[in-house]
């Protein structure tokens, strides 16, 4: 037995060596340089191309494999100019021979130096690669395709990238890019092995140029196509003008990511991005990644000044209240899938205001429901041109969105808890909205000053203008508060009701505030005017009459109450012109007709105003006297500070016309009966 083993050994051992002096036999008396002209000819067979091997070629199979090439050309494909297509400095690979034979491949060292790719597309839309791509039908993942790495055990000392420069010219868009410098570097990696990679590059396009430096621990398992990053930490230098926001730097870094192509899955954990000021965290898992994509995650955008982000992009943002856009974050989950892709249990800080809900795209539609809690939007609207230091913006300074209004299709509600919109306060707000193909309707309902608001708002895009028609009720509302909030004083007090039916045109809120028609009217009970004393002035106008003294003024602020007042009537480019007017005050009650210039609250009016006999009137003897009579009366100057001109002149001519017309009636019929008598009737 142990005769035959000694033998079996020698045999064995003779083999090896015979093994071995035929690859040294073949390394000393092949020349792979004799066979030069052999493998252009074979590419140029091949491709059509013609390949120039310029460097020296080396192959060495003993005690490794080892192949060299030197300096190498391939020519480009016709019409695209003479320059090659792919050139190399220089290129090796060492691998161990002996792991072959068993479908083990241990690559020692694998380095290329000084790559040069010229890719390109024509204005036509062809590329000059695509004559090499062959004909073969590519493999579906995970089905063992021709290029699957199923069975194969891969280990890797070293590969190393140096030098490399890619150029990627676009006729068809105008477009060249070019990445230069591209370093990589890896060292020690095999099956299922976590080992170090680095690589940097610089990429330069018509206006930016950026510098990428990366690193991270790599874990490859070709066998069940599982490849996973570690500590992946990529630092971005940019500049140039398409670069956003100036010179400046990213950081990107992650836990990990592991990519399954087998089972197509995707799952990146602890991502961080520092860019421009703002830190952004999040996740994202993946499903079905070559055949129908299917994302989720979550993102956590730290505090930032959007503010100063803007400014960053070059845009000024002028608004009425300076310390706005000043703090804000933002978290949510995300989805992406062939049917969505929505944004899920956001939280949106804005200086102090919060927001809430979910916002999704379905095709071409965006769905939302959103709800803030208390928000004042006249701080962000642009500043006022009446007063650079107030803190309220002018809606008179909007532009309507047309190009996107006419492109929206959007399904949704917006809430709000509290909200502050061109001086009113609203409160338990609710605005949903439908639009599509540049028609809107909007439903706004909420509760204000005690009462309710209610309408529809709706808004067809028309040419290069939108025709807005409004229609809105309030009800039970405290008009002293919605006016010192929405006017800035409370010229009227009282509980109003107010129905409004109204049609604008235009582009520019100001221009369409200016072009206003429709239908107002409104009631009002147990109210007053302030800043007018109308019983005052009809006693000063009597006194001034009567030539008498003139009495004093009340002390305290002048107003007037009424019981009732009520009006109707149609707007035309902004002015009200009502003909129905009446109140009820506890000493005369008031009729007539006269406009509102709702731009800058003019009015003029023409009034009747009818004593009643009461408590009020007797309480002024010199006034008793005008019971039942009418006074006319001339309002005008604003709603705010109104002029009223009682004309008691016109009362006395009256009853003097009266107390004529009287007498000629009994002279009249004095004469008449004397007719009679000497007619003897």
Known sequence: MNRTLKILGIVVGVVVLLFAALLVAVAMLFDPNDYKDQITAAVQKATGRQLTLDGKLQLAVFPTVRIAVGSATLSNAPGFGNEPMAKIGSAELQLALMPLLSRRIEISDAQLNGLELNLARDARGRNNWQDL????????????????????????????????????NDAATGSQW???????????????????????????????????????????????????????????????AAWPGGPSQAHLKFESLTANLGDES??????????????????????????NLALTGAVDVREFAPRTLLERFGVKLETADAAVMKRATVKATFSYNSREIALRDMQLALDDSKLTGRVGLEGERVTYDLAVDDINVDRYLPPSNKSKN???????????????????????????????????????????????????????????YGGKTAGDIKLQIEGNAARVTLEQSLDGVDLAKLGQDLLGSADITGTGKLKLNLVASGSNLGAMRKGLDGDVAFTITEGSIE???????????????????VPDRPAGTAHTKFSSLAASGKVDNAVLTNRDLNGKLDFMSLAGAGTVNLLNDAVDFDLKATFVDGPALQADPDMAKYAGSTVPLRVTGTVSAPTVLPDFSALVKARVQQEVSKKLEEKTESLRDKLRERLGR
């Open 133 to 168: 791509s062959g004909g073969g039908a590519a493999g579906t993942p995970g089905q063992g395709s021709a290029g699957s790495s199923t069975g194969l055990d891969l280990n890797v000392g070293a590969v190393e990238v140096t030098n490399a420069r890619i150029v990627w």
């Open 178 to 240: 070019t990445l230069t410098d591209f370093g990589l570097d890896a060292q020690g990696f095999g099956p299922g092995k976590k080992f170090p990679l680095n690589m940097k590059f610089g990429l330069n396009g018509k206006d930016v140029a950026v510098k990428v430096a990366a690193k991270t621990q790599a874990t490859l398992t070709l066998a069940n196509d599982t490849y996973r990053l570690d500590g992946l930490d990529v630092t971005v230098d940019g500049s140039g």
């Open 266 to 291: 995707l799952d990146l954990a602890g991502l961080t991005l520092e860019f421009l000021g703002v830190t952004a965290a999040g996740s994202l898992k993946g499903e079905k990644l070559m055949t």
């Open 390 to 448: 107030s803190d309220e913006g002018s809606l008179d300074e909007v532009n309507l969105p047309l190009d996107a209004l006419k492109k929206l299709d959007a399904r949704g509600e917006l809430k709000f808890g509290r909200a502050k919109f061109s001086g009113m306060t609203l409160t338990n707000a609710a605005f949903a909205l439908n639009a599509d193909n540049g028609a809107l309707a909007l439903t706004p309902s909420a509760q204000l």
């Open 531 to 549: 800043g007018l004393d109308l019983w005052y002035e009809l006693r000063r106008a009597r006194a001034r009459l009567d030539k008498a003294a």
